[in-house]
């Protein structure tokens, strides 16, 4: 299910509130504040332990917030300016934001961080939310659904956790052995936890699980509560033929906080100012002149989500890229003179009555809200474009678009002291040294560099490290309509085989065509009448003259699998010797991790939907590079790692 049930919360504002589920109180009646910091915040000794380091904690039970909003208010006070707090909280059933409000509106929370909180809030939809509070020093990562299942997509290492489900008694799955082993699995050696309980059970599962436990004084009426402290073995450096080592993160060892990337599109930029928030100073190296001149210059970009019937990984990432980006747009909006992104919706257009069926089908099977998608008829559809449809379809509120170029100028103006761009530099070469990396053009050689990206397209090829590394080229052609010349004028992005954006510096812009191996951007009339022929299919009474109209082309990256290429990049030679037994599916070796080339990461491979993965693509490397939680599930960040096409090139060669 793609989406996650609300809370059956009862609110009483003179009473803790209580879940009629299981039959329980959120919080202590005596005070969830002061519970908090008791039970937690104290339990784990944190006041201590935040001098000058980041700082990962992980909570069982998001509930109503209390326990973050408590945390963030004593980590803004007791730690160092300079550190960053990741707050990872599961939840089943989340609490509607309508009622989290009015709780936070009787409590003594910071009303700034609630309200910032609120504001992010996500939608009740199955995965991993990554929202960024008090100037991006705390990250904040909701994960909804089954506390066990999730648990499984994760791999960071918590310093310390907070166990805050409903009583075991009320629900004692989410404290069962299984739980207990993913909790000490994603626990630092040395890292501790905290909880009220001290149930049998709970007990005796974290004890068996690998916890020294021990019992302190409790909260209010509570005799006693439980802490702990992990111990565990060094890492393994081998793995069974299940846990696909060839596609595990690579080690982080950073002496220097930067990187050059080679690319001055979205992808670089994004990667710049993810990376630059975190401190980091980053040089980007183009080709072009000026930013966002190849694959991003175009006119404009549409962010919609992907749906499929099976919810697969391109969809999951999709979604959770739109979301993510919407927030991301909106917090880069409020810091620009102008807009930079047109929340104006779009309406996706049903090909055929097959089509049609399938679109309800999903939002009733997923009981998607009606905030994300809204199923209309053509005459729905029509009134909300202020154009005639063919037909009818979805509506999308949230969908919107943005200038790509105005994006990368933007993130290169937030951090001016921490972004550099060079163009008109070709990179020719990557050289490797003992303290890192040489990029060569054709006009220079530039410092070494402990880090490189490579976030150039299809150009990634270019190099010795990364030339097993094939992506399609796709070449597609825009049809610019001048808005004079148009007897439509659409409010809203309308798709369907093509899209129209509403109008853009006096034109509307159409597409687009998508042609295989051809890296042609020149302009041909040819595509100019395709793209109009099938926008006359969705809007019959449009003028679809190739008259007057204008254009642009350029050649897309997308991955053999059509999702992005993002981390580590392994050197060939090596892998192939080490995983030649695996990609025959040999089943008693252990398998090591891939020798990685230190500090070398590709980002690449986009497609046509680089405003829903860029940015938390860019996101998810920068956590990488900087040994943070991840934003994205296992199963999707092992979908996008560069080494499954070497392992799918390895198997190739074992079939010949």
């Known amino acids: 299910m793609l989406t996650v049930r609300h809370a059956q919360l009862n609110f009483n504002p003179t009473a803790a509130p209580y879940s009629d589920e299981y039959s329980d109180c959120y919080f202590s009646q005596a005070g969830a504040i002061e519970e908090c910091r008791h039970v937690f915040i104290q339990g784990n000794g944190l006041h201590q332990r935040w001098q000058n380091n980041d700082f990962s904690i992980a909570e069982l039970g998001f509930g109503c917030g209390i326990n973050f909003l408590t ?29 989290l409000q009015k709780i936070y509106q009787t409590m003594a929370v910071d009303q700034r961080l609630a309200t910032d909180l609120l504001n992010q809030y996500p939608l009740a939809l199955q995965g991993f939310h990554r929202l960024q509070l008090a100037e991006q020093r705390i990250t904040l990562t909701l994960i909804f659904g089954d506390a066990l299942s999730q648990l499984k997509q994760c791999d960071f290492e918590a310093d310390a956790w907070y166990l805050d489900g409903f009583a075991p008694s009320k629900n004692p799955a989410l ?67 299940t846990q696909k080592s060839w596609l595990q993160p690579a080690a982080v060892k950073t002496a220097t906080k930067e990187v050059v990337i080679i690319g001055g599109g979205m ?72 807009p930079l992104w047109h929340a104006c919706g779009a309406i996706q257009i ?31 559809a029509s009134a909300l474009s202020h154009c005639q449809l063919s037909a009818g379809g979805w509506y999308i509120p949230l969908a919107g678009w943005i200038v790509p170029k105005q994006l990368c100028l933007a993130l290169q ?19 490797s040294h003992a303290r890192g990396w040489q990029v060569i053009t054709d006009n220079r050689t530039l410092p070494i560099t402990e880090h490189v990206i490579l976030a150039n397209a299809n150009a990634v090829t270019e190099f010795e490290q990364s030339q097993w590394c094939r992506l399609h080229a796709k070449r597609g052609q825009l049809t610019h309509i001048p808005c004079a010349q148009s007897n439509v004028h659409p409010r809203k992005i309308i798709c369907s085989d093509v899209y129209l954006t509403p109008a853009v510096d006096q034109q509307y812009v159409l597409g687009a065509s998508f042609i295989s191996a051809d890296n042609s951007t020149r302009l041909r009339e040819r595509e100019h009448r395709e793209n109009l022929t099938r926008l006359k299919k969705i809007i019959p009474t449009m003028n679809t003259s190739s008259a007057g109209v204008g254009g642009r082309a350029a050649v897309r990256a997308v991955g053999p699998d059509r999702l992005p290429v993002l981390g580590p990049i392994a050197k060939e030679q090596q892998f192939q010797r080490d995983f030649q037994a695996a990609s025959e599916g040999n089943t008693r070796v252990q398998y090591p991790r891939p020798d990685y080339y230190p ?48 392992m799918k090139q390895l198997i190739g060669l074992q079939k010949k």
């Not at 500090?599 to 998810?620: K, N, Q, V």
Request: charged share 15%; proline share 5%.
């Open 71 to 99: 945390t963030c208010t004593e980590w803004l006070q007791h730690a160092d300016q300079s550190t960053r707090l990741h707050y990872i909280s599961f939840e089943k059933h989340p609490v509607q934001p309508a009622q």
């Open 350 to 380: 049903a090909r055929d009555a097959m089509q049609a069926q399938r679109m309800q089908h999903i939002v009733a099977q997923e009981n998607i809200p009606a905030e994300l998608i809204q199923v209309i008829d053509q005459q729905q």
């Open 599 to 646: 500090g070398l990461y590709i980002a690449s491979g986009f497609g046509s939907r680089g405003l829903a993965w860029i940015p938390l693509c860019a996101e998810a490397l920068a956590c990488v590079m900087n040994d943070e939680p991840a934003p994205l599930s296992r199963s999707i960040l092992q979908a996008l790692h560069p080494s499954r096409i070497l």
């Open 175 to 241: 404290w069962s052995q299984a739980i207990a082993d993913e909790v000490y699995r994603l626990t630092t050696p040395g890292g501790t936890l905290a909880t009220y309980s001290v149930a049998a059970k709970v007990k005796q599962h974290f004890q068996t699980a690998g916890f020294e436990l021990h019992k302190q004084a409790g909260f209010a009426d509570k005799k006693h509560m439980l802490t702990g402290v992990c111990h565990k073995p060094d890492k393994p450096q081998h793995f069974h033929y």
């Open 413 to 431: 103006a937030q951090y001016p002291e921490q972004i550099k761009f060079i163009g008109r530099e070709k990179v020719t070469a990557l050289q």
């Open 267 to 338: 992808a670089g930029f994004c990667l710049a100012g993810a990376l630059a928030e975190r401190g980091w100073q980053c040089t980007i190296v183009d080709r072009e002149p000026a930013p966002a001149m190849a694959g991003s210059g175009n006119q404009n970009a549409i962010l919609m989500p992907r749906l499929s019937v099976d919810h697969d990984i391109q969809s999951q990432l999709t979604l959770q890229g739109f979301l993510f980006s919407r927030q991301f747009f909106n917090a880069l909006d409020a810091q620009q003179n102008a």
